[in-house]
C-alpha cells in the first residue's frame, strides 16, 4: 500500500516575512517622509517661530530621557494621576454597582450621568484652584472628578446587563439573591469595570498634565509650560512626545493585564 | 400617563439635587461658595444684557467650526485609511499613539504658536476632535459587511459613488459614535483654550472673572457651560437617532 | 388509565401512583383587549413519576411557555401547576432545567466543575461539592474534565455539563428546553442515549420539549403534540415499540414509522 501526500504549500515563510518587512518598511518610510518634510518645511522658515527643528526635537527627547528632570515630573504626574484614578475608582465601583441593581435607580441618573460626563472639569480650574489652592489635593480632586464618569457608567452597565439564560439558571437551581450577586452579576460585570478603569486611566493622565499645564503644579504638564515660556519649544514638543509614549505604554499595559485576567471574557458573545 | 411617569422617574433626582444646592447656600456670604440664588440672577443678567450670548456665540461658533473641520479631514481620512489597505496598516500604530497624546498639552502649544485670535482654537479643537472620529470612522469602514462590498463590486459601483452611497453610509453608525466620543473633547478644548489665552469667549468669562474675584460671575459660568454641554449631546442624541434610524430598527448595535 | 396485565418493567411509569407532574386548567395569556395574546388555554397535563415524555408542535406554539410554567419561572395567568403535590409559585427543589442555549446558561468565569458544583453551595462544604461534581462529571462521560472551562470545550460536551449540573443537584424531575437543537446530529444521537440511560437509571422523570420527532418518538413513554391556538394537546401518543432502544434498530422499527407518520399527519404535513 502506498502512499501518497499532496504537497500543499502554506503561504510560504518566505512570503510571510516579506511582507512583514515590506510593512515596517513602510512604516519607516512614512516616519522619514514626515520628519523630512518637517525638516525641510522649517528650514525655509515656514512655520512660525514656535515650530521647532525636528532635530533639534529629537535631540531634546534624547536629553530629557536622560535627565532627571523628566524623570522626577513624570513620577509625580504618575503619582498624581494614579491616586485620582484610584479614588475615582473606589467611588465609581461601589456606587455603579449599587445603582445598576436597581432599575428605578438607573434611569434616575441618567440625567446626571449624561450632564457629568460631557461637562468639562477642567473649566472649573480656576474655580478650584481659588478655593483649594494648588496643591496634590487640588491635583487628586481634578483628576478623580474627571475620570470618574467613564468608571461609573461602566460599572451601572455590567451591574445592570442580566443575561436571561443566568437569571432563570439562578432561579430554577433555587440561588440565594446574595451568592447570586457576588458569583454572578460581580464577575458579569468585570469586563465592563475593566474597560471603564482602563479609559479612566487614559484620562487621569490626560487631565494631570493638563492641570499641571495650567496651576503650575509639579509635573510634567509644568515642565511644559516652563518650556513654552522661556521659548524652547523643541523642549515642549520633546516632553508632550514622551508623555504621549507613557500614556500609549500604560494602556498597552493595562489591556495586556486585562487580558489575562479576564481570559473568560473574550469568549463571551 | 407612561410619558408623564417616566419623565419624573428621569428628572426627580435633578430637581432634588437642585432644591438641595439653594436651601444648602442660600443666604450664604462666602465668596467662594456663593448661593445659587445669586448664581442665577447673575446668569440671567448677564445674558440679558447680550454679553453672554455674545460670548456663547463665540465660543460655540469656533466649536462648530473645530468641529466641521475634523470631520472633514477625520472622515475623509479615515475612509481612505480604512479602504485601501496597506496605507491602513502602516499608519494604524502611528495613529494610536497620536491618540494618547494629552490634548489639553497641545493647547498652549498651538496657541502660542499662532497668535490669539479665532484661528488658532479652531485648530485645537479641531485637533482634539480629530483621533476619536479618525478612529472610528477606519474601524466603521473596515466592519463593514464584506457582502455589501461584493455587492458594490459586482454592480460596477465604483469611485465617489461608492464612497458615498456604500461605505459611508455602512461606516455612519461607528462614525457616530465616534462622534459622541469627540463632543466632550471639543467643548473642554473649547473653553480650555479660552483659559489660556483670549479675549473673548465663555472660557474668558469664567477666567477673568474669578482673576478678579467676581466668583459670582465664575459659577454662572460653570453652570452655563454644563447646561450648554447637556443641550448639545441631546442635540446629538436626536441626530445621531434621525440619522440612523434603519440601524437602530435593524437591531444591530456599536461595540 | 388502562392497567396493563403485563409486569411493570424496572425503568418507567409506575401505575397507579400519584403524578410526579401536575397541570390544571393551565392558561397563559399576554396582554388586554385588542391585543389580547391567548398562547395556551385551560391545558390539562399529566406525568407520572418515572415517566419521559416529550411535548412536540409547530414552531411558536407555546411548548417554550408551558415548559417555563412547570419550571416555576413563569407564574400561569389562570391555573395551577403540581410538582409532587404541591402547588408552585416558583421553582420546586425537585425540578433541573436544561436550557437550550448552554453556552449562556454556565458562567464562563467557573470551571465545568466548579458550575456543577454552584448550586449545591450553602447546602454542603466544599469537600462534598467537589465528590458530587465529579461523580456528575463521570455519569456524563466528561471524567476528569472538571479543570476545563465550558469555553474550552465543544457543544455537546457543554451540554453534558450542563445535564451533570442537574444531576448533582439531584434534580428528580428533569425539564428540557430542546436542548440538542444547537449541536450537530452526531452528537445529538450521542447525546440523546446519554439521557435515555441516565434517566433509566435514576429514575428520573423527564419533560422534553423538542421539534425534533424522531427524538421524540426514540426517548419517551409519551409524546404529546401541542397545536392551534390558543395551543391545545391535540393528541398524546404512547410510543409502543419496546423499552429498549436503540438508534438503528428501533428507528427502523415499522411501528416507530407508523409514528412518526401519525404526528407529521397532525402537524399538517
Same mark, same amino acid.
Given at each position: 500500500?502506498?502512499?501518497?501526500?499532496?504537497?500543499?504549500?502554506?503561504?510560504?515563510?518566505?512570503?510571510?516575512?516579506?511582507?512583514?518587512?515590506?510593512?515596517?518598511?513602510?512604516?519607516?518610510?512614512?516616519?522619514?517622509?514626515?520628519?523630512?518634510?518637517?525638516?525641510?518645511?522649517? !528650514?525655509?522658515?515656514?512655520?512660525?517661530?514656535?515650530?521647532?527643528?525636528?532635530?533639534?526635537?529629537?535631540?531634546?527627547?534624547?536629553?530629557?530621557?536622560?535627565?532627571?528632570?523628566?524623570?522626577?515630573?513624570?513620577?509625580?504626574?504618575?503619582?498624581?494621576?494614579?491616586?485620582?484614578?484610584?479614588?475615582?475608582?473606589?467611588?465609581?465601583?461601589?456606587?455603579?454597582?449599587?445603582?445598576?441593581?436597581?432599575?428605578?435607580?438607573?434611569?434616575?441618573?441618567?440625567?446626571?450621568?449624561?450632564?457629568?460626563?460631557?461637562?468639562?472639569?477642567?473649566? !472649573?480650574?480656576?474655580?478650584?484652584?481659588?478655593?483649594?489652592?494648588?496643591?496634590?489635593?487640588?491635583?487628586?480632586?481634578?483628576?478623580? !472628578?474627571?475620570?470618574?464618569?467613564?468608571?461609573?457608567?461602566?460599572?451601572?452597565?455590567?451591574?445592570?446587563?442580566?443575561?436571561?439564560?443566568?437569571?432563570?439558571?439562578?432561579?430554577?437551581?433555587?440561588?440565594?439573591?446574595?451568592?447570586?450577586?457576588?458569583?454572578?452579576?460581580?464577575?458579569?460585570?468585570?469586563?465592563?469595570?475593566?474597560?471603564?478603569?482602563?479609559?479612566? =486611566?487614559?484620562?487621569?493622565?490626560?487631565?494631570?498634565?493638563?492641570?499641571?499645564?495650567?496651576?503650575?503644579?509639579?509635573?510634567?504638564?509644568?515642565?511644559?509650560?516652563?518650556?513654552?515660556?522661556?521659548?524652547?519649544?523643541?523642549?515642549?514638543?520633546?516632553?508632550?512626545?514622551?508623555?504621549?509614549?507613557?500614556?500609549?505604554?500604560?494602556?498597552? =499595559?493595562?489591556?495586556?493585564?486585562?487580558?489575562?485576567?479576564?481570559?473568560?471574557?473574550?469568549?463571551?458573545? | 400617563?407612561?410619558?408623564?411617569? +417616566?419623565?419624573?422617574?428621569?428628572?426627580?433626582?435633578?430637581?432634588?439635587?437642585?432644591?438641595?444646592?439653594?436651601?444648602?447656600?442660600?443666604?450664604?456670604?462666602?465668596?467662594?461658595?456663593?448661593?445659587?440664588?445669586?448664581?442665577?440672577?447673575?446668569?440671567?443678567?448677564?445674558?440679558?444684557?447680550?454679553?453672554?450670548?455674545?460670548?456663547?456665540?463665540?465660543?460655540?461658533?469656533?466649536?462648530?467650526?473645530?468641529?466641521?473641520?475634523?470631520?472633514?479631514?477625520?472622515?475623509?481620512?479615515?475612509?481612505?485609511?480604512?479602504?485601501?489597505?496597506?496605507?491602513?496598516?502602516?499608519?494604524?500604530?502611528?495613529?494610536?499613539?497620536?491618540?494618547?497624546?494629552?490634548?489639553?498639552?497641545?493647547?498652549?502649544?498651538?496657541?502660542?504658536?499662532?497668535?490669539?485670535?479665532?484661528?488658532? +482654537?479652531?485648530?485645537?479643537?479641531?485637533?482634539?476632535?480629530?483621533?476619536?472620529?479618525?478612529?472610528?470612522?477606519?474601524?466603521?469602514?473596515?466592519?463593514?459587511?464584506?457582502?455589501?462590498?461584493?455587492?458594490?463590486?459586482?454592480?460596477?459601483?465604483?469611485?465617489?459613488?461608492?464612497?458615498?452611497?456604500?461605505?459611508?453610509?455602512?461606516?455612519?453608525?461607528?462614525?457616530?459614535?465616534?462622534?459622541?466620543?469627540?463632543?466632550?473633547?471639543?467643548?473642554?478644548?473649547?473653553?480650555?483654550?479660552?483659559?489660556?489665552?483670549?479675549?473673548?469667549?465663555?472660557?474668558?468669562?469664567?477666567?477673568?472673572?474669578?482673576?478678579?474675584?467676581?466668583?459670582?460671575?465664575?459659577?454662572?459660568?460653570?453652570?452655563?457651560?454644563?447646561?450648554?454641554?447637556?443641550?448639545?449631546?441631546?442635540?446629538?442624541?436626536?441626530?445621531?437617532?434621525?440619522?440612523?434610524?434603519?440601524?437602530? +430598527?435593524?437591531?444591530?448595535?456599536?461595540? | 388509565?388502562?392497567?396493563?396485565?403485563?409486569?411493570?418493567?424496572?425503568?418507567?411509569?409506575?401505575?397507579?401512583?400519584?403524578?410526579?407532574?401536575?397541570?390544571?386548567?393551565?392558561?397563559?395569556?399576554?396582554?388586554?383587549?385588542?391585543?389580547?395574546?391567548?398562547?395556551?388555554?385551560?391545558?390539562?397535563?399529566?406525568?407520572?413519576?418515572?415517566?419521559?415524555?416529550?411535548?412536540?408542535?409547530?414552531?411558536?406554539?407555546?411548548?417554550?411557555?408551558?415548559?417555563?410554567?412547570?419550571?416555576?419561572?413563569?407564574?400561569?395567568?389562570?391555573?395551577? *401547576?403540581?410538582?409532587?403535590?404541591?402547588?408552585?409559585?416558583?421553582?420546586?427543589?425537585? *425540578?433541573?432545567?436544561?436550557?437550550?442555549?448552554?453556552?449562556?446558561?454556565?458562567?464562563?468565569?467557573?470551571?465545568?466543575?466548579?458550575?456543577?458544583?454552584?448550586?449545591?453551595?450553602?447546602?454542603?462544604?466544599?469537600?462534598?461539592?467537589?465528590?458530587?461534581?465529579?461523580?456528575?462529571?463521570?455519569?456524563?462521560?466528561?471524567?476528569?474534565?472538571?479543570?476545563?472551562?465550558?469555553?474550552?470545550?465543544?457543544?455537546?460536551?457543554?451540554?453534558?455539563?450542563?445535564?451533570?449540573?442537574?444531576?448533582?443537584?439531584?434534580?428528580?424531575?428533569?425539564?428540557?428546553?430542546?436542548?440538542?437543537?444547537?449541536?450537530?446530529?452526531?452528537?445529538?444521537?450521542?447525546?440523546?442515549?446519554?439521557?435515555?440511560?441516565?434517566?433509566?437509571?435514576?429514575?428520573?422523570?423527564?419533560?422534553?420539549?423538542?421539534?425534533?420527532?424522531?427524538?421524540?418518538?426514540?426517548?419517551?413513554?409519551? *409524546?404529546?403534540?401541542?397545536?392551534?391556538?390558543?395551543?391545545? *394537546?391535540?393528541?398524546?401518543?404512547?410510543?409502543?415499540?419496546?423499552?429498549?432502544?436503540?438508534?438503528?434498530?428501533?428507528?427502523?422499527?415499522?411501528?416507530?414509522?407508523?409514528?412518526?407518520?401519525?404526528?407529521?399527519?397532525?402537524?399538517?404535513?
Amino acid at each position: 500500500m502506498s502512499t501518497f501526500t499532496i504537497p500543499i504549500t502554506r503561504p510560504g515563510a518566505r512570503a510571510r516575512l516579506s511582507r512583514r518587512a515590506r510593512l515596517i518598511l513602510i512604516r519607516l518610510g512614512l516616519v522619514v517622509v514626515v520628519l523630512g518634510v518637517w525638516e525641510l518645511l522649517w !528650514l525655509v522658515h515656514a512655520f512660525p517661530k514656535q515650530v521647532p527643528d525636528p532635530i533639534a526635537v529629537i535631540v531634546a527627547i534624547v536629553r530629557l530621557l536622560i535627565a532627571a528632570v523628566f524623570w522626577n515630573a513624570l513620577g509625580q504626574t504618575l503619582f498624581g494621576a494614579l491616586i485620582g484614578w484610584l479614588v475615582a475608582a473606589a467611588i465609581g465601583i461601589v456606587l455603579g454597582v449599587a445603582i445598576g441593581t436597581s432599575g428605578f435607580l438607573t434611569r434616575s441618573v441618567e440625567v446626571v450621568l449624561e450632564f457629568g460626563r460631557s461637562f468639562p472639569v477642567i473649566a !472649573l480650574m480656576p474655580m478650584v484652584v481659588l478655593v483649594i489652592g494648588v496643591n496634590p489635593r487640588m491635583e487628586v480632586f481634578m483628576v478623580a !472628578l474627571s475620570c470618574c464618569w467613564p468608571i461609573l457608567i461602566q460599572a451601572i452597565a455590567g451591574s445592570r446587563r442580566q443575561d436571561q439564560a443566568l437569571v432563570d439558571m439562578s432561579r430554577v437551581f433555587r440561588i440565594s439573591r446574595a451568592r447570586r450577586f457576588r458569583r454572578v452579576t460581580i464577575p458579569g460585570a468585570l469586563p465592563f469595570i475593566t474597560t471603564g478603569l482602563r479609559v479612566a =486611566l487614559s484620562i487621569a493622565l490626560l487631565v494631570d498634565v493638563g492641570v499641571g499645564v495650567l496651576s503650575q503644579t509639579p509635573g510634567i504638564g509644568r515642565n511644559i509650560s516652563l518650556s513654552q515660556d522661556a521659548g524652547r519649544w523643541d523642549v515642549a514638543f520633546a516632553y508632550i512626545l514622551l508623555i504621549g509614549l507613557v500614556g500609549w505604554g500604560v494602556n498597552w =499595559l493595562v489591556r495586556l493585564i486585562e487580558r489575562r485576567a479576564l481570559r473568560w471574557a473574550r469568549q463571551e458573545a | 400617563m407612561g410619558i408623564l411617569r +417616566k419623565s419624573v422617574e428621569r428628572l426627580w433626582l435633578v430637581v432634588v439635587l437642585i432644591v438641595l444646592w439653594w436651601f444648602a447656600s442660600a443666604g450664604s456670604t462666602s465668596i467662594f461658595y456663593p448661593s445659587l440664588d445669586t448664581i442665577v440672577s447673575t446668569l440671567w443678567t448677564d445674558l440679558a444684557s447680550g454679553l453672554l450670548i455674545g460670548y456663547l456665540g463665540f465660543s460655540l461658533g469656533n466649536l462648530l467650526a473645530g468641529l466641521a473641520l475634523a470631520l472633514i479631514l477625520g472622515i475623509g481620512l479615515g475612509l481612505l485609511i480604512g479602504e485601501i489597505r496597506w496605507l491602513g496598516e502602516a499608519v494604524e500604530p502611528f495613529v494610536d499613539f497620536l491618540r494618547s497624546i494629552p490634548q489639553v498639552a497641545i493647547i498652549p502649544l498651538i496657541i502660542g504658536t499662532f497668535g490669539l485670535d479665532a484661528g488658532p +482654537k479652531i485648530y485645537s479643537i479641531a485637533a482634539g476632535c480629530i483621533f476619536p472620529i479618525l478612529l472610528n470612522t477606519i474601524d466603521g469602514v473596515r466592519g463593514i459587511e464584506p457582502t455589501v462590498r461584493r455587492f458594490g463590486k459586482v454592480y460596477r459601483i465604483s469611485g465617489p459613488r461608492y464612497f458615498r452611497k456604500v461605505v459611508l453610509p455602512g461606516a455612519l453608525p461607528q462614525i457616530m459614535a465616534g462622534v459622541r466620543v469627540a463632543l466632550p473633547i471639543g467643548i473642554t478644548v473649547m473653553v480650555v483654550s479660552e483659559l489660556y489665552a483670549a479675549r473673548m469667549g465663555i472660557g474668558f468669562y469664567i477666567l477673568n472673572s474669578s482673576s478678579t474675584f467676581h466668583l459670582t460671575e465664575t459659577w454662572a459660568g460653570a453652570v452655563l457651560v454644563g447646561i450648554v454641554g447637556y443641550l448639545i449631546s441631546i442635540i446629538f442624541n436626536l441626530i445621531e437617532r434621525g440619522s440612523l434610524r434603519w440601524y437602530f +430598527k435593524s437591531g444591530a448595535t456599536t461595540k | 388509565m388502562t392497567t396493563t396485565a403485563v409486569t411493570t418493567p424496572a425503568s418507567g411509569p409506575v401505575p397507579g401512583a400519584a403524578p410526579e407532574l401536575r397541570v390544571e386548567r393551565l392558561s397563559i395569556r399576554f396582554g388586554q383587549g385588542e391585543s389580547l395574546n391567548r398562547v395556551l388555554e385551560g391545558l390539562e397535563l399529566s406525568v407520572a413519576a418515572g415517566e419521559f415524555i416529550s411535548i412536540v408542535g409547530p414552531s411558536g406554539v407555546g411548548k417554550t411557555t408551558l415548559l417555563r410554567c412547570l419550571s416555576g419561572l413563569v407564574q400561569p395567568t389562570e391555573g395551577q *401547576v403540581y410538582v409532587r403535590g404541591e402547588a408552585i409559585k416558583e421553582p420546586h427543589p425537585a *425540578v433541573g432545567v436544561i436550557f437550550q442555549d448552554y453556552s449562556r446558561s454556565l458562567l464562563p468565569w467557573m470551571t465545568t466543575a466548579e458550575n456543577i458544583a454552584f448550586p449545591l453551595e450553602g447546602r454542603f462544604d466544599k469537600k462534598e461539592r467537589v465528590a458530587r461534581a465529579e461523580a456528575a462529571l463521570s455519569s456524563v462521560g466528561l471524567a476528569g474534565q472538571g479543570r476545563k472551562y465550558p469555553w474550552e470545550m465543544s457543544g455537546g460536551m457543554q451540554q453534558r455539563v450542563a445535564i451533570a449540573r442537574g444531576l448533582a443537584y439531584e434534580a428528580k424531575i428533569l425539564l428540557m428546553d430542546e436542548p440538542f437543537a444547537s449541536v450537530d446530529a452526531q452528537t445529538r444521537l450521542n447525546l440523546e442515549d446519554l439521557v435515555a440511560d441516565l434517566q433509566e437509571k435514576l429514575g428520573l422523570t423527564v419533560v422534553l420539549v423538542t421539534h425534533d420527532i424522531d427524538e421524540a418518538l426514540y426517548l419517551s413513554d409519551r *409524546v404529546v403534540v401541542l397545536a392551534g391556538k390558543p395551543a391545545a *394537546v391535540v393528541e398524546t401518543l404512547d410510543t409502543n415499540f419496546g423499552d429498549h432502544r436503540d438508534q438503528a434498530a428501533t428507528k427502523s422499527d415499522p411501528r416507530f414509522g407508523e409514528a412518526r407518520t401519525k404526528i407529521l399527519g397532525i402537524l399538517g404535513h
